[in-house]
């Protein structure tokens, strides 16, 4: 299938329309603003342009939607590629790269990022993106009021699932847990957290072209799943409901409806929690649960600036951003962990941001998101790759499939789908 067929015509439209906007926009001021697409929006579309609105010449910020990919494809097509986009996949920059869409960039000589992240945004050993913007991708929210004292081990994680779960069915409490499944990127999170536990040189080479998707870390992996996401009452209204319940919806069941009891979600997840706060009792965290006490997992994702080739302006705007002060509005605001280690540990205002990134610098603890780093639509997005697996595999052990048989119908999915895109087996 050719690029073009792989796009809607609702992408189309809207990218043309955005070009449309930007050049108008562009040419009404006098000078050219330097313009940049952005996966962002609400809050961190607005704090990003607090951030930029720093910056010495006119920037533009254009967001972009949830698929920024067809929306980066249709503006190249149509030759109105903006000058910068920040995207939340090194994939997408490595490939872009080899397309021959992007120039190198040039970082600021105070940008320093942990070395797990060092080399995912290069390509034929030239720099081609830098990151801007980190989420710690390894917490569990609650509310103190609903749960006291958080498991401590997935063993216990497990145990709690069952009686809570047995409690909602008796009594129509809470549910254990809060799940937002239509949105398949929930799933994955899930995925790469117990395996970066079970299995973690298997999670350091899944993402390569010698990948085994039927090998033992990857049973072992999704047969622990099971074991939780199969517990009688686990998920409010059930897995069909789960799988129609998106990531939002699912925060607003545990900090504001209070018909859930526990939220796996990223730090991300204080941006959402906000308007839906009922009264002064504000969720918290744990740490995902790993096998034994004190051992946890530490996936991170991030997104990257890469520039456009023959952008005007766009080299000097992403070395600028990779300054260690220029995010400092959005640091003042919250909801901001920068992936650069020379920003000061004293720039965040809240004490809970002060020690996620210093868990992050950790030395030897950080793992990439596995499933942003995967080739081609492997990778994921709404109803295809491994989202769609993943869901895949959930309906099936939610809905009584038995465990062996769901892992062999999802490693099965998943090696062909590895071996459709060139990454592994």
Same mark, same amino acid.
């Given at each position: 299938?050719?690029?073009?067929?792989?796009?809607?015509?609702?992408?189309?439209?809207?990218?043309?329309?955005?070009?449309?906007?930007?050049? #108008?926009?562009?040419?009404?001021?006098?000078?050219?603003?330097?313009?940049?697409?952005?996966?962002?929006?609400?809050? *961190?579309?607005?704090?990003?342009?607090?951030?930029?609105?720093?910056?010495?010449?006119?920037?533009?910020?254009?967001?972009?939607?949830?698929?920024?990919?067809?929306?980066?494809?249709?503006?190249?097509?149509?030759?109105?590629?903006?000058?910068?986009?920040?995207?939340?996949?090194?994939?997408?920059?490595?490939?872009?790269?080899?397309?021959?869409?992007?120039?190198?960039?040039?970082?600021?000589? *105070?940008?320093?990022?942990?070395?797990?992240?060092?080399?995912?945004?290069?390509?034929?050993?030239?720099?081609?993106?830098?990151?801007?913007?980190?989420?710690?991708?390894?917490?569990?929210?609650?509310?103190?009021?609903?749960?006291?004292?958080?498991?401590? !081990?997935?063993?216990?994680?497990?145990?709690?699932?069952?009686?809570?779960?047995?409690?909602?069915?008796?009594?129509?409490?809470?549910?254990?847990?809060?799940?937002?499944?239509?949105?398949?990127?929930?799933?994955?999170?899930?995925?790469?957290?117990?395996? #970066?536990?079970?299995?973690?040189?298997?999670?350091?080479?899944? #993402?390569?072209?010698?990948?085994?998707?039927?090998?033992?870390?990857?049973?072992?992996?999704?047969?622990?799943?099971?074991?939780?996401?199969?517990?009688?009452?686990?998920?409010?209204?059930?897995?069909?409901?789960?799988?129609?319940?998106?990531?939002?919806?699912?925060?607003?069941?545990?900090?504001?409806?209070?018909?859930?009891?526990?939220?796996?979600?990223?730090?991300?997840?204080?941006?959402?929690?906000?308007?839906? +706060?009922?009264?002064?009792?504000?969720? !918290?965290?744990?740490?995902?649960?790993?096998?034994?006490?004190?051992?946890?997992?530490?996936?991170?994702?991030?997104?990257?600036?890469?520039?456009?080739?023959?952008?005007?302006?766009?080299?000097?705007?992403?070395?600028?951003?990779?300054?260690?002060?220029?995010?400092?509005?959005?640091?003042?605001?919250?909801?901001?962990?920068?992936?650069?280690?020379?920003?000061?540990?004293?720039?965040?205002?809240?004490?809970?941001?002060?020690?996620?990134?210093?868990?992050?610098?950790?030395?030897? !603890?950080?793992?990439?998101?596995?499933?942003?780093?995967?080739?081609?639509?492997?990778?994921?997005?709404?109803?295809?790759?491994?989202?769609?697996?993943?869901?895949?595999?959930?309906?099936?052990?939610?809905?009584?499939?038995?465990?062996?048989?769901?892992?062999?119908?999802?490693?099965? +999915?998943?090696?062909?789908?590895?071996?459709?895109?060139?990454?592994?087996?």
């Amino acid at each position: 299938m050719t690029t073009t067929a792989r796009l809607s015509r609702r992408s189309l439209l809207r990218a043309a329309a955005a070009s449309t906007t930007a050049l #108008a926009a562009g040419c009404s001021g006098g000078a050219r603003s330097v313009q940049v697409a952005v996966v962002w929006s609400t809050s *961190e579309l607005d704090r990003f342009r607090q951030v930029v609105a720093g910056y010495p010449a006119p920037v533009q910020v254009v967001s972009a939607g949830n698929d920024i990919d067809a929306f980066l494809r249709a503006r190249h097509l149509a030759g109105t590629s903006p000058d910068v986009a920040i995207l939340p996949r090194p994939g997408l920059v490595t490939e872009y790269a080899q397309r021959g869409w992007l120039s190198p960039v040039r970082p600021s000589a *105070e940008y320093a990022v942990p070395d797990e992240l060092g080399d995912l945004l290069t390509a034929e050993g030239q720099r081609y993106g830098v990151w801007v913007k980190a989420a710690h991708k390894s917490l569990v929210w609650h509310l103190r009021s609903m749960l006291p004292e958080p498991p401590a !081990t997935w063993d216990e994680l497990v145990g709690m699932t069952r009686r809570l779960g047995a409690l909602a069915r008796r009594n129509g409490g809470p549910a254990p847990l809060a799940i937002g499944a239509a949105d398949g990127w929930v799933l994955t999170d899930w995925f790469e957290n117990v395996l #970066a536990d079970v299995a973690p040189d298997d999670y350091n080479t899944l #993402a390569g072209p010698y990948a085994d998707w039927q090998g033992r870390g990857v049973r072992d992996t999704l047969d622990r799943l099971a074991e939780l996401w199969s517990v009688d009452g686990a998920f409010l209204g059930g897995g069909r409901r789960a799988l129609l319940t998106q990531y939002e919806e699912s925060v607003i069941q545990v900090v504001y409806a209070r018909r859930a009891v526990m939220l796996f979600g990223a730090d991300f997840t204080a941006d959402i929690v906000g308007p839906f +706060q009922r009264g002064p009792q504000a969720p !918290t965290t744990f740490p995902f649960p790993g096998a034994q006490p004190g051992g946890r997992p530490l996936i991170v994702g991030g997104d990257a600036a890469v520039v456009f080739a023959d952008a005007r302006g766009g080299v000097e705007l992403v070395e600028w951003l990779t300054r260690a002060d220029s995010f400092q509005p959005w640091l003042r605001a919250g909801g901001y962990l920068s992936p650069n280690t020379n920003v000061s540990i004293d720039s965040y205002t809240d004490q809970v941001g002060r020690s996620l990134v210093e868990e992050m610098r950790a030395p030897g !603890t950080l793992r990439f998101d596995l499933s942003d780093q995967l080739p081609g639509a492997f990778t994921g997005s709404d109803g295809v790759g491994i989202w769609r697996i993943m869901q895949g595999f959930f309906a099936d052990v939610t809905d009584g499939v038995g465990a062996n048989e769901a892992i062999r119908r999802a490693t099965g +999915q998943l090696a062909a789908a590895a071996r459709s895109a060139g990454g592994g087996r």
